[in-house]
């Protein structure tokens, strides 16, 4: 082979999708149980609000006004915090300049992406950092959602109702599938394959 070719050394789809596919498993979970929780959570608030709590009740009329744009700035950090992480990440895992320290030694979690990165190379590299952006972005959209309860439990406004379900909304709407992340795994690799073809020209 000619020297500075870039050679595409990526396994083919049908040996990683099986065990990413059963790992991804853990990702729905976590993900469902987020969203669970802070249904709840919302449940618990909305019935202390209509049976529980006494006419007179104290309320704090800034507080709508307060949590609104925290939610909404903490949505956008969030995406924002996301494409960051996952371009950075690509430029590294095409350098071959990745590591992953997200999570600390002996983490059960840690160990079983670790297999899959010994097992696929950059195809288990690439589906970690879609487990650890897709885990962090759902954990932030929880906080919000628990602030966004809080808050509704103050004072109960019909706006507080709406971003709650609405960020109940963005933690099931990043819900992954192997079709989601296949998909995404697929795209990535290419990028990965362009940004090294442009650092090892034919």
């Not at 202390?48 to 007179?56: K, L, V």
């Not at 095409?94 to 010994?118: I, V």
């Not at 709407?173 to 940004?195: C, F, K, N, Y």
Request: charged fraction near 15%; include cysteine.
């Amino acid at each position: 082979m000619p020297p500075n070719t870039v050679q595409s050394e990526f396994p083919p789809a049908d040996q990683w999708r099986p065990p990413i596919h059963q790992h991804l498993r853990v990702l729905q979970i976590i993900t469902l149980g987020m969203a669970a929780g802070s249904t709840t959570l919302l449940g618990i608030v909305i019935v202390i609000r209509a049976f529980i709590s006494q006419p007179g009740t104290v309320q704090v009329a800034w507080i709508p006004w307060a949590v609104v744009p925290v939610a909404i700035v903490g949505v956008v950090a969030a995406h924002l915090w996301e494409q960051h992480f996952i371009r950075r990440n690509l430029i590294l895992i095409s350098q071959k300049r990745w590591s992953f320290t997200r999570f600390p030694s002996g983490s059960q979690f840690k160990d079983d992406l670790s297999l899959l990165m010994d097992q696929f190379g950059d195809i288990g590299r690439l589906y970690a950092v879609f487990f650890v952006t897709r885990l962090a972005r759902g954990a932030i959209y929880e906080g919000l959602a628990c602030l966004t309860c809080v808050g509704y439990l103050l004072t109960p406004h019909f706006v507080l109702l709406l971003l709650a379900a609405g960020l109940i909304g963005g933690i099931l709407g990043g819900l992954p599938t192997m079709e989601s992340v296949a998909a995404w795994i697929s795209d990535s690799l290419g990028q990965i394959e362009r940004h090294r073809a442009q650092n090892f020209p034919r």
